[in-house]
């Protein structure tokens, strides 16, 4: 069961910040974020893991609520370089990733 | 460098023909993935393997078939394509649940 993202799109202007939630319904072993650029493959950006640890970008920050299966994707102070589409993705300790329908996000100088 | 490739990158078919999408890797990881992606759905699991000889059918897995006969490749075969195949198609691969997938450029599947 894929995961629910909000929003679906965001516009920032440089410097602002946005958060886009991933919520399940599902108990969940890790949660993953992957930013695309269009026309190309996602990228990986963070991980995720039950019981609090965190493993990817050090300019890119989140938080994961076992109790609620949610976690948030926190841009701060946006570049022009964060706009793509982000997708979360959910893992229930086989390996297997259910992907968001993903948050556009366009940042404008 | 270790990487991930597709090929074909672009492919145009007709309804009824047989296609296979080709997927290598050079990590060395176990777990392959294959995924399509479509406007407004993100990306969806079509099938999945754990090592060589194990295959797993995904969330939209009618229509296509994999094997797995050695670490490297996991080719993804559409048996008679169909118009509703028409998308792009993701291979990814992975160490294990806590390690990132790394993801092939695709392939964009048009059938005619």
């Known amino acids: 069961q894929q995961p629910v993202q909000s929003p679906q799109a965001v516009i920032l202007r440089e410097g602002e910040d946005a958060v886009i939630n991933c919520s399940s319904s599902k108990a969940l072993y890790s949660v993953h974020w992957y930013r695309q650029k269009h026309g190309e493959a996602p990228v990986f950006l963070m991980i995720?893991?039950?019981?609090?640890e965190q493993k990817g970008h050090e300019k890119i920050s989140a938080s994961f609520n076992e109790k609620k299966q949610q976690s948030s994707l926190y841009l701060t102070a946006s570049q022009l370089s964060y706009s793509g589409t982000y997708f979360c993705?959910?893992?229930?300790?086989?390996?297997?990733?259910?992907f968001g329908a993903g948050t556009t996000v366009t940042v404008r100088a | 460098d270790a990487e991930i490739t597709q090929s074909p990158r672009h492919k145009i078919t007709e309804t009824g023909r047989q296609v296979t999408l080709a997927c290598h890797q050079t990590w060395n990881h176990n777990n392959m993935f294959w995924y399509r992606q479509d406007l407004g759905h993100g990306l969806r699991l079509i099938h999945y393997s754990y090592g060589v000889q194990d295959t797993n059918k995904g969330e939209v897995s009618d229509g296509y078939s994999v094997s797995r006969s050695n670490t490297e490749d996991l080719p993804l075969t559409l048996e008679s394509a169909a118009s509703s195949q028409t998308s792009v198609y993701f291979c990814?691969?992975?160490?294990?649940?806590?390690?990132?997938?790394?993801f092939g450029p695709g392939t964009r599947l048009t059938v005619l």
């Open positions: 993705g959910t893992e229930r300790g086989d390996y297997k990733l259910s």
């Open positions: 995720l893991l039950k019981g609090g």
């Open positions: 990814a691969s992975s160490w294990d649940s806590v390690n990132e997938q790394f």
